[in-house]
Each structure stands twice: as structure tokens, then as C-alpha cells.
């Protein structure tokens, strides 16, 4: 759970709970695969600071949050290209 790297489809999966640890994790997989995307729609929650690592990087999304705070107030802020 939480956030894992698909070297192969070059994505980074956050799924379900994305806690404060895993936020450096996040932000180093952006660091390190700058053009990877992000699938985010198993995600039911995400501490602050991967929010903010996610406002920063600025990633593209190829999904989605299901969750329906993520998508409504966060998902503006994102690049979403669907897949």
C-alpha cells in the first residue's frame, strides 16, 4: 500500500493510504524518473505533505482519485491526461 514504482509502465501507483513517510518516497521517485506518471485511483487518502510534494512536482495523472475530496478540490491542480 501506500506508494509503489511500475518500472516497466514507468508509474508511480499511490494506492489507498499515502502516509507522511511516504511522502519522501514520493518525492524521490519523482526525482529519479522525472517523465514517470501517476495512477492514483485506488487512493482513499493522502497525508499533507504528499499533497504538497504532488503541488510541487507537478506530475502528470493518468488516474485519478476515486475518493471524492482528492478529486473535487485537488484534482484541479494536477495534470490529468487520461491513459
Keep these: 500500500m501506500g506508494v509503489n514504482?511500475?518500472?516497466i509502465e514507468n508509474v508511480i501507483e499511490l494506492d489507498e493510504t499515502v502516509s507522511v513517510e511516504e511522502?519522501?518516497?514520493l518525492l524521490q521517485l519523482l526525482?529519479?524518473?522525472e517523465d514517470a506518471t501517476i495512477d492514483a485511483h485506488t487512493c482513499t487518502h493522502m497525508h499533507t505533505a504528499a499533497v504538497q510534494v504532488l503541488?510541487?512536482?507537478?506530475p502528470k495523472f493518468t488516474k485519478l482519485p476515486e475518493d471524492e475530496f482528492l478529486k473535487r478540490f485537488l484534482a484541479p491542480n494536477w495534470d490529468f491526461q487520461e491513459a
Design 5 to 7: 514504482f511500475d518500472l
Design 31 to 33: 526525482l529519479e524518473h
Design 55 to 58: 503541488l510541487a512536482s507537478k
Design 23 to 25: 511522502a519522501e518516497t
